[in-house]
């Protein structure tokens, strides 16, 4: 992630949760109701604004599924 990348994302995030909660407040009460309206809200905001920033080379990556680091699989890999 480039730091371009991270300052812009930061402040979607920011911004994308001020929205959320001023949504929330309208139409939810309070407790994990509001919390779970604004997660959604917020991750609705952000999901775009980094798949938009990906596209632009501002953050890379992938998701990797396996907790294992690369060099411990390699080392396993070579014990066979």
Do not use: C, H, Y
């Not at 309070?30 to 919390?35: I, N, S, V, Y």
């Not at 938009?52 to 066979?80: C, F, Y």
Request: glycine share 10%.
């Amino acid at each position: 992630m480039t730091v371009k990348g991270f300052i812009f994302l930061l402040i979607v995030t920011v911004v994308a949760i001020g929205i959320g909660s001023a949504i929330a407040e309208r139409f939810t009460g309070r407790g994990l109701e509001r919390t779970l309206a604004v997660a959604v809200i917020t991750a609705a905001i952000v999901f775009p604004a980094a798949w938009i920033a990906e596209k632009l080379g501002w953050i890379q990556g992938g998701l990797r599924l396996n907790r294992r680091k690369d060099s411990e699989a390699t080392r396993e890999e070579d014990r066979k």
